[in-house]
């Protein structure tokens, strides 16, 4: 059974920092892409951050510069340092997983909130 299980979550005021991690399990991490989405209240669920296995990196321009994605496969865990946090980042973060081959992101854990205040 696969999990995905989020934490580090919390309120930050703005300018602030979090860090994310997402811990998995049931999965051979190394040989899956890592992504982190968000939702906000009344929003559709966007992309912000993967993390390939190759380790090949990608961002939203909403978060670039600001966000980085690193991945532990030794503990099959990624994580998602958010700096230089703003209120429109307040979201409900979640962690991603895709398979080789796979054009979708086919497992979810249950998202950690974020809310950063003014």
Known sequence: QV???ESGGGLVQA???LRLSCATSGLTFSLYAMGWFRQAPGKEREFVASVHWSATTRYADLVKGRFTISRDNAKNT???QMN???PEDTAVY???ARGAGSGTYDYWGQGTQVTVSS
């Open 84 to 86: 230089s946090l703003k």
């Open 78 to 80: 990624v994580y998602l």
């Open 3 to 5: 999990q995905l299980v």
């Open 94 to 96: 979640y962690c991603s």
């Open 15 to 17: 300018g602030g920092s």
